[in-house]
């Protein structure tokens, strides 16, 4: 089965939300106190999403507040260099700064990000700064949840998905669910089940979908499932983690994605890269199946590297270790 896109539009993908400042700890294998260098690359769910989906061939573009300095700028170059229309960037006039993620990397299995997300930039795109004429022009809308946390950011989306509907574009939601930039797990359920309901498609985590229903328990997919499906997704998508990831469709399909195996270097970033490969397949013209394996295929070549948005990988490198691992299971 494919997700069928309208092909009569100028861009593959628009992203909106944030994009940001990661610094990765150049030393391994101790905390973050003991570090004493970083590596600085472009981050933010929907950064590294439009950024992986450009290295994959799709023409992207963002939506999106940068603060009015050196991060700023950095973000900008980068982003536009690596082939994303920057156009509909803002840049933010009233000091706030970018957001910064500092990223400690104990050993594979043991990693955590520290974050500084006080007034942030892109917390405060406004409605008035999303513009119809340039969401119309693409085929997918992904939106990414942590741009719900404030206003007048979730404000900016609510409009960005509306517009989305009225033009024929597909909204894809990318849960991407960080517990810090919310005020309590009862705010975050309102919105993310708002704009949840409106999307085409919902890519996440087991744990995200959690917080999206209320939970306090581990939920079940079939509950999740057959909610969404009472509103407009058609597609829903649950990743657990190394036992691979399952995709629903409304017309009664399930397909399961293998996670592949890697050497891990560091556990952040295969969110983003799963969601980049997975749309680029879908977009593409495969059917949801393929997608998962391009989705696994991506995240675990991404998490055996350093960087997120830096590591994105080629089709070539997909498809190749794709191809590995069918060679190996037959």
């Known amino acids: 089965m494919k997700v069928n896109f309208n092909t009569d539009k100028e861009f593959d993908i628009i992203a909106i939300g944030r994009a940001c400042i990661d610094l990765n700890a150049v030393e391994y294998n101790r905390p973050m106190e003991e570090t004493l260098t970083f590596s600085k690359y472009v981050g ?10 450009a290295k994959l061939g799709l023409k992207a573009g963002f ?11 950095f973000i900008e170059k980068y982003m536009r260099e690596a082939g994303i229309d920057t156009t509909n960037f803002v840049v933010d006039q009233q000091g706030h700064k970018t957001g910064l993620a500092f990223t400690e990397i104990k050993s594979p299995e043991e ?17 008035a ?4 004429d340039y969401i119309k022009r693409s085929k997918v809308l992904l939106v990414s949840g942590t741009a719900l946390s404030k206003s007048p950011s979730r404000e900016a989306v609510i409009k960005a998905v509306s517009l989305a509907k009225k033009n024929d574009v597909k909204v894809i939601f ?59 997704p058609e597609l829903v998508v649950i990743k657990h983690g190394v036992e ?15 996670a592949y195996k890697t050497k891990v270097l560091k556990t952040f970033g295969a969110g983003d890269s799963y969601a980049s490969a997975f749309l680029f397949a879908l977009i593409s013209g495969k059917d949801i199946e393929t ?11 991404v998490v055996s ?26």
């Open 44 to 53: 933010g769910s929907p950064a590294n999403i439009a950024i992986g989906s």
């Open 174 to 232: 990318e849960l991407d669910y960080r517990p810090y930039s919310w005020e309590n797990q009862e705010e975050t359920a309102v919105y993310y089940s708002l704009v949840a309901e409106q999307s085409d498609v919902v890519v996440g985590t087991r744990d995200e979908y959690d917080a999206l229903e209320n939970r306090t328990t581990e939920g079940e997919n079939e509950d999740t499932v057959n909610y969404l499906f009472k509103h407009s």
């Open 244 to 258: 691979g990831s399952y995709a629903y469709t409304k017309s009664g399909e399930t397909f399961r994605g293998k």
């Open 63 to 73: 939506i999106g507040k940068l603060a009015d300095d050196q991060h700023g700028r």
């Open 291 to 301: 997608a998962l394996k391009y989705g696994s295929a991506s995240a675990s070549i």
């Open 305 to 330: 590297k350093h960087s997120s948005s830096e590591a994105m990988p080629t089709v070539e490198e997909i498809e190749a270790l794709i191809d590995k691992n069918e060679t190996i299971s037959v």
């Open 129 to 132: 700064e999303v513009n119809e």
């Open 111 to 127: 990693c955590s990000i520290l974050m500084y997300r006080q007034d942030v930039a892109d917390l405060y795109l406004t409605p």
